[in-house]
């Protein structure tokens, strides 16, 4: 659920999201957390329409998205203390282990314009990975080529063990959501799978969903209409 509609007072975006709406659409089974909380600095600044919309996600047990690019020491520990819980605006190690030690989730994000994963390589070669999220934030159609899993074959061509990549692109981002049946390949978990040859291309030759094999040998072989 978008938590700044519009992102900043100086925006207009054809639409506002007040407290009342994000409530209606934080109840539904389907949103699993309140959308990036930019407006750290409503947060710092106790806003009561922002401080509204966190309370509201913390009421339904909702994840707490944020964004706080360059936010640090007392600023980001309120900032956390708020109710958020990850971000994906780090752009150098040592934003990303600031964060990581004051316990958030690490997006790790490859986009269209903002491209972060070369810079934040280190964290994932030295570092206990497992709060760290691969996402995109956000890619152009022509760039949807290749997705996340181009994010774990980039990651584990650098030297990323190839176990750490897979997680961060898989269980790490089920947990962090509360998806509790989705992430691993496990008893009672869905069997939502993609099938590699190989650990190195991450083209997959299978993709099962709900334990229906939906491609088979690269092709598509169901109906869609």
């Known amino acids: 659920v978008p938590s700044c509609v519009p992102s900043t007072s100086f925006e207009t975006s054809g639409a506002v999201l007040n407290s009342s709406d994000v409530e209606e659409l934080l109840k539904r089974d389907e949103m699993v957390a309140l959308g990036e909380m930019m407006n750290f600095p409503g947060v710092l600044n106790l806003d009561k329409t922002v401080m509204s919309k966190l309370k509201l996600a913390q009421n339904e047990n909702k994840r707490i998205d944020g964004h706080a690019p360059f936010l640090s020491n007392k600023d980001l520990c309120a900032y956390i203390a708020s109710g958020v819980k990850s971000d994906h605006e780090c752009t150098t190690p040592e934003e990303a282990l600031e964060k990581l030690r004051l316990g958030m989730y690490i997006m790790i994000r490859q986009g269209t314009a903002a491209k972060d994963l070369d810079a934040l390589l280190p964290v994932l070669k030295q570092c206990n990975t497992r ?81 229906k094999v939906i491609v088979e040998n690269s092709k598509l072989n169901i109906d869609f209409f």
Not at 137 to 157: A, C, F, Q, T, Y
């Open 131 to 211: 709060k760290c999220l691969f996402v995109t934030d956000d890619r152009h159609p022509h760039d949807l080529k290749e997705h996340i899993n181009g994010m774990v074959k980039k990651s584990v061509e650098a030297g990323v063990d190839v176990i750490k990549a897979i997680q961060c692109a898989s269980l790490n981002t089920a947990e962090y959501f509360g998806l509790k049946n989705l992430g691993a390949v496990a008893p009672g978990y869905r069997a939502d799978l993609l099938i590699f040859p190989d650990l190195k291309n991450f083209k997959p030759l299978y993709v099962i969903k709900n334990g």
